[in-house]
T-cell receptor
Framework: KQEVTQIPAALSVPEGENLVLNCSFT??????LQWFRQDPGKGLTSLLL?????REQTSGRLNASLDKSSGRSTLYIAASQPGDSATYLC??????????FGTGTSLTVIP | DAGITQSPRHKVTETGTPVTLRCHQT?????MYWYRQDPGHGLRLIHY???????DKGEVSDGYSVSRSKTEDFLLTLESATSSQTSVYFC???????????FGPGTRLTVL
């Protein structure tokens, strides 16, 4: 069974700082990897999808990378803002419809 | 905002009673999913559907059943609720396999 780990569980940074969130997974035979954001009491919002054949994806200030051989993905957030405060979750799919989620990194950006 | 809603949003019930949660979408997406979210476990897939009347089990399907008689509706039923099923339940939809596009707002279920 795929195991997905996200470290650290919580992170607090001052506004304007660049930061990296980490995701690791145990089975490198993945189909897709997806990063989500979850605000308190809300559902998840998809941020970036990386297909198994890709190494990175970018959207605005966000950049996600994938290294299948080492079982790692990183989410880079540039010039962080208070509005970026949320929990960020990584999810890995092995077969297409079964996604395995990490427990997330809770990010606080201090003004 | 994507057209995906869940009802009810909050429910308190007693052990042994049946419970049905509803997910409704207006996006005409083929794939629909039910997840539960618990502290320390992240989100875990309960069941998913890949078309009308086509469903399959996820990682934590025991004690749950689903039905999809129309493209837009996906029902999750707890036949006899237990306290271990106290959780936040999320519905999600996607147009293609391998990418979860939109999540619903969640249903907080408490089983006493």
């Amino acid at each position: 069974k795929q195991e997905v780990t996200q470290i650290p569980a919580a992170l607090s940074v001052p506004e304007g700082e660049n930061l990296v969130l980490n995701c690791s997974f145990t089975d490198s035979a993945i189909y897709n990897l997806q990063w989500f954001r979850q605000d308190p009491g809300k559902g998840l919002t998809s941020l970036l999808l990386i297909q198994s054949s890709q190494r990175e994806q970018t959207s605005g200030r966000l950049n996600a990378s994938l290294d299948k051989s080492s079982g790692r993905s990183t989410l880079y957030i540039a010039a962080s803002q208070p509005g970026d405060s949320a929990t960020y979750l990584c999810a890995v799919s092995n077969t297409g419809n079964q996604f395995y989620f990490g427990t997330g990194t809770s990010l606080t950006v201090i003004p | 905002d994507a057209g995906i809603t869940q009802s009810p949003r909050h429910k308190v019930t007693e052990t042994g009673t049946p419970v049905t949660l509803r997910c409704h979408q207006t996006e005409n997406h083929r794939y629909m999913y039910w997840y539960r979210q618990d502290p320390g476990h992240g989100l875990r897939l309960i069941h998913y559907s890949y078309g009308v009347k086509d469903t399959d089990k996820g990682e934590v399907s025991d004690g749950y059943s689903v039905s999809r008689s129309k493209t837009e509706d996906f029902l999750l039923t707890l036949e006899s609720a237990t306290s271990s099923q106290t959780s936040v339940y999320f519905c999600a939809i996607s147009l293609i396999a391998g990418e979860v596009e939109f999540f619903g707002p969640g249903t907080r279920l408490t089983v006493l």
